[in-house]
């Protein structure tokens, strides 16, 4: 499992020119599976997401998570985060988990993070998205659980 998180000031999620997710501050995470993950690898990143020390506290120090500051999640299908572009010019996706099986782990890992009383926005899984970002710092990081491994 990977997720890409970004500390956002505002973000929204569009679906045939329509907002069908919005947060105002928070994170917005960016979600891909592979072959052999499952509730494990979302419990690790849940509480990972949830947890990180990433918003800054009264003297401008990333000392505060999500929880602390009473954010949202944006949260994003990307099987593109499980692309491989080490050969040739087109990435492969052959390590990304399609279909039936992402969808369920995706509306899972969504659910375990609602379960932490968060304001959860998603897009649709499958669609075609077009993702507004307000990326605040810049602050970006990729976050990986694959299988019985921790990158």
């Known amino acids: 499992m990977r997720v890409l998180v970004q500390r956002s ?3 929204s999620v569009l679906v045939d020119n329509k907002i069908v997710g919005k947060i105002e501050s928070g994170l917005v995470l960016l979600v891909g599976f592979t072959y052999g993950d499952s509730k494990k690898e979302i419990d ?12 800054d506290d009264e003297n401008g120090v990333m000392n505060k998570s999500l929880m602390d500051v009473k954010g949202s999640i944006l949260s994003i299908s990307q099987f593109t985060l499980y692309g491989n572009a080490k050969k040739g010019r087109r990435p492969s ?27 959860v ?6 669609a075609d998205m077009v993702v507004n970002i307000t990326n605040d710092g810049p602050v970006t990081l990729l976050l990986t659980k694959d299988g019985d491994k921790n990158e």
């Open 121 to 126: 926005e998603t897009g649709i899984f499958g």
């Open 9 to 11: 000031l505002e973000s």
């Open 93 to 119: 996706y052959v390590d990304a988990l399609g279909g039936e099986d992402a969808s369920k782990l995706y509306d899972e890992f969504n659910n375990e993070l609602l379960k932490h009383n968060i304001k």
């Open 44 to 55: 690790y990143m849940v509480d990972k997401v949830i947890n990180l020390r990433i918003f």
